[in-house]
């Protein structure tokens, strides 16, 4: 499982999005964040709510992704990655 924040990294950018799951017996809600950390690495976050009293579950930050290159251009990283996520219903928190 991976941290959200290392040592000498910042988090550049975060998306969220927050889904209601009315047809689902077990989880009333699904939620998924991503975050891109100042060293080009993708991070995912899934977290459920479940409708019994077992209540929240979150499954915690694990690296999707990566930019590629020695040295990559995280602005162009930053700018492909929130098109995308933007497209998929993500907002940028």
Known sequence: MAKLTTK???ILA?????E???DDELVSERTREYA???NGVLL???A?????????????????GRAAGNKPDLD??????GEK??????ARV
């Open 8 to 10: 000498g990294t910042t």
């Open 14 to 18: 975060r998306w969220r999005k927050d």
């Open 20 to 22: 209601k799951t009315p």
């Open 36 to 38: 891109v950390r100042s």
């Open 44 to 46: 995912r976050r899934d």
């Open 48 to 64: 459920v709510r479940f409708r019994s009293d077992t209540g929240y579950h979150d499954y915690g930050w694990k690296v999707y």
């Open 76 to 81: 162009d990283y930053l700018r492909r990655t």
């Open 85 to 90: 996520l933007e497209a998929r219903g993500f």
